[in-house]
């Protein structure tokens, strides 16, 4: 009577055994495919637009997502007429600077000490094969804004 109880108490304690065994390695394996799911990712977002004035500070910037507590080389480029791209970093006034968000995100920033009319264009940043989507840049002379103002204000005294 005893024996067959404890045979029945161990032969459960096999299946519980074998159930848990059988969890883990489910665990394991989607574990393991969250891993190799996992890559850098950039996302800016579509028809990211910045309007500044000359001579004004700008910073852009380009959230980057990634995978094992390593940040990723990240490169910024302007979209020239040729569609050929110009890695900026090296340009004197302009400066770039990472800045991490926690062990799998952060953001590089492009920033322009003393932005330049001729620095309007399209921007992009890039690591390994991913790219962002291409952000706008427009710059604006202060003297073109005053001007459009000025316009507006006489228009309307002519009007009355
Ligand atoms: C930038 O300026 C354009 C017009 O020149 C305007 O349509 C747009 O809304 C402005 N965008 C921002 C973010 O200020
Ligand atoms: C871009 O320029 C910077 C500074 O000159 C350099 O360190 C970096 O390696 C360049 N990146 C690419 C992708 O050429
Ligand atoms: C890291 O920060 C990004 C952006 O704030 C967020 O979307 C992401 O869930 C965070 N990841 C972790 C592991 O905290």
Not at 45 to 50: A, H, I, K, L, S
Not at 98 to 123: C, E, T, V
Request: hydrophobic share 35%; charged share 15%.
């Amino acid at each position: 009577m005893t024996g067959a109880f404890l045979s029945i108490m161990r032969a459960n304690r096999c299946w519980t055994i074998l159930h848990v065994s059988i969890l883990v390695g489910l665990l394991l394996t989607l574990n393991a495919q969250s891993d190799s799911d996992c890559s850098t990712e950039i996302r800016v977002r579509r028809n990211t637009v910045y309007n500044a004035s000359a001579g004004q500070q700008l910073w852009i910037n380009c959230p980057v997502f990634f995978c094992n507590d390593s940040p990723p080389t990240v490169t910024w480029y302007k979209v020239e007429e040729a569609n050929v791209p110009i890695n900026v970093s090296g340009d004197s006034h302009i400066k770039t600077e990472w800045k991490p968000l926690n062990k799998s995100a952060g953001i590089f920033y492009l920033m322009f000490q003393n932005i330049l009319r001729h620095d309007s264009g399209q921007y992009q940043c890039q690591s390994g094969g991913n790219m962002g989507h291409a952000i706008t840049v427009n710059v604006y002379d202060h003297a073109e804004i005053t001007t459009i103002t000025q316009n507006n204000v006489r228009g309307k005294k002519g009007f009355i």
